[in-house]
């Protein structure tokens, strides 16, 4: 048996027709730029996520990034980020030329420990970036009380997290902002690339708004410096058609994992910690162990599909060479990027395959 990590092509032909009547309607209109599916996809994932706007943009990492430059990050400024995370978490602080402060995370659930948080912050603090990783909430009530009061920003890079939930509260809605990224192997993907920063605050969500059109309002007239940051209109159109399939497939991944947790129970592998406030959409479902790399290979061999998200924590990356971290300095994170290894938890999984990588995972052992 072969078991790839995610099988997008087993999605696809579930909603073929669908899709390609959504790009039809794309080419009959010739509406390539905004338009009525982007406006239409920005309503319906601004209500998913209990925001009162969406504004669409060209990736997850352009999300950050023009979130940041709403919040009106730049040189100078420190951005508290985790340093367990998908780079362009703090590549994007990095670009506006402020400074990415690494935090390390919790050794169970992988999130951003909210007390080193605490510790890292100074009066340079401008913006904070909890992640909810691999698809579960980071502890958001205790980090939105830190910032009480002060001048900083807290957006939430939930680019493996929609339609996740905190305390019956959607992934987006927690912190000032809240960034989706639409990059095919998350939830919710994308032919291509795509993203979207949600909000409740009118004034950040007209900003973002501005400064995805290159700043300018009205057209021709720049308030701002911006970029070209938007979402293409055949992929919003697409999106549109998955969103609508968005809750059965997270719901199938959690039962994915629940079989995992039952299959798994007596292996000695570490398995996936939920705090029992967070309702999980397991974006990735990620395994620990102290002999990872041989399990990998182990696994490779027997035509299972894994990968490890994160061999390198950001605070030891070459490029971030000048902030002056080194080894030992992050160290839950460090330990953590030797042990993770997701297994596949894609939708449409069988239980077939899900029996074979538990019992190579065992024959391992
Ligand atoms: C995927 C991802 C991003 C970036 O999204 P892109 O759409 O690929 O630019 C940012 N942060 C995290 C945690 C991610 O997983």
Not at 208 to 235: E, M, T, W
């Amino acid at each position: 048996m072969k078991v790839p990590l995610l099988d997008l092509k087993a999605q696809f032909v579930t909603i073929e027709p669908e899709v390609r009547a959504a790009i039809d309607r794309v080419f009959e209109t010739q509406r390539f730029i905004m338009g009525p599916e982007v406006s239409g996809l920005e309503e319906e994932v601004a209500a998913l996520s209990a925001c009162a706007h969406g504004i669409g943009v060209s990736s997850g990492t352009d999300a950050l990034l023009c979130a940041l430059m709403a919040a009106g990050v730049g040189a100078g400024d420190e951005v508290i980020v985790p340093t367990f995370t998908f780079f362009s978490t703090a590549g994007s602080v990095s670009r506006l030329g402020a400074r990415p402060v690494f935090a390390d995370i919790e050794r169970d659930t992988y999130n951003v420990d909210i007390a080193k948080v605490a510790d890292l912050m100074t009066e340079r603090t401008r913006a904070i970036i909890p992640v909810h990783l691999f698809g579960q909430c980071t502890d958001m009530d205790p980090l939105m009380e830190l910032v009480a009061g002060k001048n900083i920003t807290v957006i939430e890079d939930a680019a493996q997290s929609i339609g996740a939930k905190y305390k019956g509260r959607p992934a987006g809605s927690l912190g000032h902002l809240g960034c989706f990224s639409f990059f095919p192997s998350k939830n919710l993907g994308a032919f291509g690339d795509g993203g979207m920063i949600v909000t409740n605050d009118a004034a950040l969500a007209e900003r973002c708004a501005v400064l995805r059109q290159h700043g300018s309002k009205p057209k021709y007239y720049h308030k701002f410096v911006g970029a070209n940051f938007r979402l293409d209109a055949i992929q919003a159109a697409i999106l549109r058609v998955k969103l609508k399939h968005l809750p059965g497939w997270s719901e199938q991944r959690r039962r994915n994992a629940d079989r995992y947790n039952k299959l798994l129970a007596d292996a000695p592998v570490t398995l996936p910690t939920v705090r029992d406030y967070n309702e999980m959409i397991y974006n990735q479902y990620v395994i620990s162990h102290a002999r990872r790399d041989a399990l990998q290979a182990h696994l490779k061999e027997k035509e299972i599909g894994t990968e490890i998200y994160y061999p390198l924590p950001l605070h030891l990356q070459e490029c971030f060479s000048d902030l002056g971290y080194t080894t030992g300095t992050l160290p839950v994170s460090e330990e953590a990027a030797k042990r993770v290894l997701a297994l596949p938890v894609y939708p449409e999984l069988t239980d077939e395959a899900q029996t074979y990588v538990a019992d190579c995972i065992r024959s391992f052992m």
